[in-house]
């Protein structure tokens, strides 16, 4: 009994502090954390995707004419990810952080703002300011910045001139020359 | 503020008593968690008691349902002051993806004013630590809210913003 009581007593002294010094040094997380999410204005499109499959819509989108608004009610953001999994543009990522203790209810309710444009046809948003600028992010034909709304995604001569305004039936060649 | 507040009236130890509003139980292995020796809150001379009575904080896991909203308002009302009630996980801030069902009211702040959320679905322990220890003002809040807007040059936002104030919102 006694022997025993004694082993334990070694055992315990050789195992020496396990203790984390948290509060005061910090601690990393493991890797493939999901904690607080955060966006970027710049790449959203306002797509609607994350909105979709949010299981406790936390991600609200309200079409507001030419402005989405885009709020994150991160009060019961569960850190699934899925908006991450869903995005095409990855505007939305988790990130390491989770010391998001606060006293303060306002500080987990994000906002997002961007400009759209309503379609002429069905009323609702697209984003048109910037599409371009992603072709060329991504490298389809363009040639170096700001080239590619020239001669880039367009032939360097396109078939039919949409800027003149002329009526597309078009007459014969040969009158035109007379 | 708060913090200053917790400072000079709390002392030194903070006495939780830890109540289940209706959680899954994994914010309550998380609770338990930070109590072992490996994470070992009773640094800060906390420890679990087991009456409010004796309690300084109420630590308030799950989003509280309507069955066990009166008993967590008498337990608040148990509790001596000055007190703190701390809400640990998703479900106690916010609700989760309760939030607008019929049974659940959403939230701990529904029914007792809450001094510190720690969000989370569970929270890491850390986060519960760094709860814990912002409460006693041993360490200053980080997180932030994210405002973030991407309209082109001299499109005025607020004026737009104003005249949209009154239409009923159409969300997806």
């Known amino acids: ?178 | 503020m708060i913090s200053d507040l917790c400072k000079k009236m709390l002392g030194k130890s903070l006495w939780l008593f830890h109540t289940n509003c209706g959680a899954c139980n994994g914010c309550d292995i998380e609770v338990i968690d930070v109590l072992t020796p490996y994470y070992d809150v009773e640094r800060f001379g906390m420890k679990l008691v087991g009456s409010p009575r004796h309690a300084d904080a109420l630590v308030v896991t799950g989003s509280v349902s309507r069955q066990v909203a009166p008993a967590l308002r008498r337990l608040y009302e148990a509790t001596p002051d000055p007190k703190v009630v701390i809400a640990v996980g998703t479900c106690a801030v916010g609700g989760n993806i309760w939030f607008d069902t019929y049974n659940i009211l959403g939230g701990a702040d529904k029914v007792v004013p809450v001094t510190v959320y720690i969000p989370g679905c569970p929270p890491r322990p850390e986060a519960i630590i760094y709860g814990a220890a912002m409460a006693l003002g041993l360490v200053p809040k980080k997180t932030e809210a994210q405002h973030e807007q991407h309209v082109p040059k001299g499109f005025d936002l607020d004026a737009y913003l104003e005249k949209w104030k009154d239409t009923p919102a159409i969300t997806r």
């Open chain 1, 1 to 178: 009994m006694f022997k025993a009581k004694l082993k334990e007593a070694v055992i315990c002294f050789g195992a020496g502090r396990v203790t984390l010094k948290y509060p005061f040094e910090p601690s990393p997380v493991p890797p493939k954390f999901r904690g607080k999410i955060e966006f970027d204005a710049r790449k959203c499109i306002a797509c609607g995707g994350c909105a979709n499959v949010c299981p406790p819509r936390c991600i609200v989108i309200e079409d507001m004419g030419e402005v989405a608004k885009i709020t994150f009610n991160l009060d019961r953001c569960i850190q699934c990810a899925r908006c991450y999994e869903v995005c095409p543009e990855k505007a939305i990522w988790p990130t390491d952080e989770f010391e998001t203790a606060t006293p303060d209810k306002s500080d987990l309710k994000s906002e997002m703002i961007v400009w759209m444009s309503t379609c002429q046809r069905c009323g609702r948003c697209f984003e048109t300011e910037n599409a371009i600028d992603k072709f060329e992010s991504k490298r389809w034909r363009g040639r170096g910045p700001g080239e590619a709304n020239k001669h880039g995604i367009f032939p360097i001569k396109p078939p039919i001139d949409f800027t003149a305004q002329t009526s597309l039936v078009r007459e014969p060649e040969e009158e035109k020359d007379q």
